[in-house]
């Protein structure tokens, strides 16, 4: 802008020496007069735009203040609205928070309270069972105090052994081993001899609680005079037993040599293999000690020799079937021999019979042919 005005006051003061110079005039006060009014003019418009700029800058500064006024009042109530708006859904946010963490937290508390009611009752219940199994452990050791209930409970447990391993047939119960004898043994095994005679074998269950329990009771304590004690006391107990079984129910031929004295506790037959019973028992009185697992065992073994002699018998039953067989064969060989005779025989007689009666058929066909010939050059 200011420089189109410098422009137009040029072109003003150009027209006005133009002018001058027509007219003739060319003095110099004329020419300052004119320059003097070009510059006021110039001066009077350059003040005037002037003031029009500043006033449109006032215009504008105020315009732009009431737009920043009107931006900044809007931008509050935005803000205040946003505030607000956050403020409610912090708050819903923070409540619902809390009733999920007050349900959760009831929820837990109540299932743990639960699980507590439940091991508590399980405690009492294991409680209540555990009184119940020390009632039952003083019943059970006051059965086993009893000599006779301790016979009959090893009695149950080797008659049980017996019917898993063995047949019924293969052994005894409660039998006298010896002819005239009035002394019956638990159960004796049955052992068939070649001629058809059974040898029996003698088991008797033997259950020396006392003697074992006092044992226990001195290697608990660890005082060593006891433990040789109550060692030396089941030691004859078992030897008092051993001959007692050897006396009562070992009578060869009659029974074999040697008997079994089956002991039930596992633990009472750990404790006399490590004492030397075994050995002992077997050179002073031929008695074999066996617990459950060995007792299990030595009857399979057994019923291995069974099925051996079995077996063997069954051998010469099957030799015998296949002598007789063989006799049967030569004679049906021999029938069959004699039957293809006749069958030969009797082909020759069919070939025979059916060759000369062919021909015949033959021939007689061939005199009807030649009959029928005849008689018809006859007819021509």
């Known amino acids: 802008m200011q420089i189109a005005i410098l422009i137009l006051s040029a072109l003003t003061l150009l027209c006005a020496i133009i002018t001058l110079i027509r007219s003739g005039g060319s003095s110099a006060g004329e020419l300052t007069e004119i320059l003097t009014a070009n510059q006021r003019e110039i001066g009077r418009m350059q003040s005037e735009r002037f003031n029009e700029i500043t006033r449109s800058i006032n215009d504008m500064s105020a315009s732009v203040d009431r737009r920043l006024d009107y931006i900044r009042r809007e931008t509050n109530l935005q803000l205040e609205q946003l505030r ?50 020390s009632r039952g452990v003083g019943d059970l050791k006051k059965v086993f105090s009893n000599v006779k209930t301790r016979g009959i409970l090893g009695e149950i447990q080797l008659g049980a052994i017996l019917a898993e391993i063995l047949a019924p047939e293969q052994y005894a119960e409660n039998i006298a081993t010896i002819p005239g004898s009035r002394n019956v043994v638990e159960f004796a095994i049955r052992l068939p001899d070649h001629d058809g005679s059974v040898t029996y074998m003698p088991i008797d269950s033997k259950f020396p609680a006392d003697a074992y329990t006092s044992f226990l009771d001195a290697a608990e304590s660890g005082n060593r005079d006891q433990i ?46 490590n004492h030397g019973m075994i050995e002992e028992l077997q050179a002073r009185y031929k008695i074999m000690l066996a617990g459950p697992s060995t007792m299990a065992a030595m009857l399979s073994s057994i019923r291995m020799g069974f099925k051996t002699l079995a077996i063997e018998k069954r051998s010469a039953e099957v030799w015998e079937v296949l002598g007789a067989v063989k006799t049967e064969f030569n004679k049906f060989g021999a029938i069959l021999e004699n039957t293809q005779k006749r069958l030969n025989q009797a082909n020759d007689e069919l070939e025979k019979l059916v060759g000369a009666r062919t021909r015949a058929i033959v021939r007689q066909l061939d005199a009807v042919e030649r009959t029928e010939i005849i008689d018809d050059d006859e007819e021509i």
């Open 84 to 133: 607000k708006e956050n403020a409610s859904q912090l708050q819903t946010i923070q409540n619902t928070v809390d009733t999920k963490l007050q349900q959760t937290l009831d929820s837990r508390i109540t299932k743990s309270f639960r699980l507590v009611n439940e091991r508590l009752e399980q405690v009492y219940k294991g409680l209540g069972e555990m009184q119940t199994l």
């Open 228 to 273: 040789d004690t109550a060692v030396k006391a089941l030691r004859q107990r078992l030897l008092g037993e051993a001959k007692d079984i050897h006396e009562k129910y070992v009578s060869p031929p009659y029974t074999t040599d040697f008997a079994i004295m089956f002991l039930p506790s596992e633990g009472l037959y750990a404790e006399a293999v």
